[in-house]
């Protein structure tokens, strides 16, 4: 009874290991296939046969599908428009190094080969790979010197500017550079003035007394206004800042391999920004006027203050002041002339100046003088400076 109960529980897992095993089987299949059929990240390239004139054909095709000759020193790989990629397990073999050209018969052939497939020829003799028969091909090419091209044009302007500019300066020159002429005073105005205060008892009134006052009232009042802090408020304040909504495609570089083949290198897509708005709440602070309030003395006080003038004016070149008589409330308080010379100049021209006083006393009406002319205006008379 018990031996049959163990034999059968041995035949279960018997079966259940069989079961098992079979499975194992399965995905080790099922892995080798996904393994087979991954794509990889390198595409084939293609090849264009130069002895039957076939386009197009795959890295991976060592010999021409039209004339069986196989990939050699002419052969050049390109990539092609909708790109094929290689299985994970036909990567494998690609990728590893560039093919060589056999020295004698001119076939390439895969980097670890020893002897030519070809012809049999060993590879010790070969000097040309993929790389460096590309790179011989590219540095035959002429090279292109970055001529000298913009240096032309660039002086042309510069002569032009520069001519430009001496035309500018020539022209101020003529304006500007001093022009002597002789010519005649033909009249002479002048005009004196004598300011005259009195000591005069007037009301004022400011937040201090000044000496010599006599203080009738005073009141608190308003000296000004101070910004004082009352308190914080709640501000929605509008904000914005940039962020990713997406990325660009961006297209793939391919390396070339030289065996046929292409490896893909995958580019960091290029992220794209919007700009996006939110509301914040800010705390900001609300501030209050409040008056400052201090003594304002309302006085009298003694000033000078003007009363009167004494003016004198004449029509030669000898001015003279007014009598001032003052009382005993009175002082002077300043004096001022202004001269004018009239001129007529050797061209007819009536020029009037306005002149120091030792200037113009100088001068009598009908004397001749030296006028220096600049920019329009009268800049020294006889030599002495009247600007
Ligand atoms: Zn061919
Ligand atoms: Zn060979």
């Keep these: 009874m018990e031996e049959q109960q163990n034999t059968e529980s041995t035949a279960t897992e018997q079966q259940k290991a069989a079961e098992e ?76 190094g560039e093919d060589w050209d056999c020295p004698f018969c001119g076939s390439m052939n895969r980097y670890d080969a020893t002897t030519c497939k070809n012809c049999g020829a060993p590879r010790d003799q070969a000097e040309s790979t993929y790389f460096t028969r590309k790179q011989e091909e590219s540095g035959t090419q002429p090279v292109t010197t970055a001529a000298p091209v913009s240096k032309g044009p660039n002086k042309k302007v510069l002569i032009a500017v520069g001519a430009a500019l001496l035309a500018l300066i020539a022209i101020l020159l003529v304006i500007f550079l001093p022009r002597k002429s002789k010519s005649t005073v033909t009249a002479a105005q002048w005009q004196r003035v004598i300011y005259v205060d009195q000591l005069t008892n007037v009301q004022e009134s400011d937040w201090t007394v000044p000496s010599g006052a006599t203080v009738y009232d005073e009141q608190i009042e ?22 990713i909504v997406g990325y660009d495609e961006v297209e793939p570089d391919y390396k070339d391999n030289g065996d046929g083949t292409f490896t893909e290198i995958e580019n960091t897509p290029a992220p794209i920004y919007d700009t996006e708005y939110y509301t914040e709440t800010e705390q900001q602070p609300v501030y209050r006027t409040d008056p400052v309030l201090a003594t304002k003395y309302y006085y009298t ?87």
Excluded at 46 to 67: A, E, N, R, S, V
Excluded at 228 to 243: A, F, I, K, N, T
Excluded at 351 to 362: A, K
């Design 21 to 96: 095993a079979i499975k194992a089987a399965q995905e080790a299949a099922a892995a080798k296939k996904a393994a087979r059929e991954a794509k990889s990240d390198k595409v084939e390239g293609l090849w264009d046969c130069p002895y039957c004139g076939q386009k197009g054909i795959g890295g991976l095709t060592k010999h021409c599908p039209g004339c069986g000759h196989p990939q050699d020193n002419n052969t050049k790989f390109y990539l092609a428009t909708e790109k094929k990629h290689l299985t994970e397990e036909q990567a494998e073999n690609y990728g590893k």
């Design 222 to 243: 308003v000296s000004g206004y101070v910004q004082v802090l009352d308190h914080y408020e709640d501000v929605e304040v509008q904000r914005s800042r940039e962020v």
């Design 301 to 387: 006080i003694d000033r000078w203050i003007y009363e009167r003038s004494v003016e004198t004016s004449g029509n030669d070149t000898t001015p003279v002041w007014g009598e001032v008589s003052l009382a005993s409330d009175e002082m002077e308080s300043g004096r001022e002339g202004v001269y004018v010379l009239t001129f007529s100049t050797e061209k007819g021209k009536t020029v009037s100046v306005q002149v120091p006083e030792s200037l113009f006393t100088s001068y009598q009406i009908g004397d001749t003088a030296s006028l220096t002319t600049s920019g329009g205006t009268v800049t020294a008379i006889d030599g002495v400076a009247v600007r």
